[in-house]
């Protein structure tokens, strides 16, 4: 086998030299001690989420969120003597990405004529999966339902085709949302049937069920 020589890089020098059994090794050949970092803050990612098993803060969000959100009209809201959808104010809620929600809401509205009937819609400020809602109330005394359904955001399909009279009448909202790869909101909408005002009155309760969930 041959002989290879033993080689010391020389700090002070920059050179690779040659080392025999009587050379010793210059103090300029050591490294210096220290340099690195002390400070533990100062470490590269830190925010790295490289541990899925931990519970992270974004984690704990989506574990200890409510399951069960309830949400009211404080005041009537009428629609104007068209068919334009309005904002029925603090119905909202936020969702959250790769969820399923059920909704569901009940409460009064009032037509300004037998013949106006009305519609639910949400608007939702990103993209999702799937929104599904159906909405129905009392059509005749006799106890007929008229109702219509929501399956695109902000647009209501269908509308329902009047009323009793012009009194005050229950509704009822049935729907299911799932969320895709992005988090957002979804406001609740009133429309009318025809031109004539119709008003969704105060008290009207929107409740929402997170009933699954992907943990990010």
Partial sequence: ????????FDNLTGL???FTASDTIPATAVPAGGGGIT???????LADDDHPQYLTEA????????VIQVFTLASDQATGANTTPVTLSGLVF???ANCKYRIWAMGRVQPTAATTGCGFQFDLSSAVTSINTLFYHQLANTGTLSGGHSIAD???VGVSSGMPGTSTYPVNLQGLLITGANAGTAQLRFRAEVAAV???KAGFTLVIEKIEETLP
């Fill in 1 to 8: 086998m041959a002989e290879r020589n033993l080689k010391y």
């Fill in 16 to 18: 690779w030299t040659d």
């Fill in 39 to 45: 400070d533990h803050g100062a470490l590269t990612g």
């Fill in 59 to 66: 984690r704990a969000a989506v574990l200890f969120a409510p």
């Fill in 94 to 96: 936020n969702y959250e």
């Fill in 154 to 156: 902000d647009a209501s």
């Fill in 198 to 200: 119709t008003t969704c």
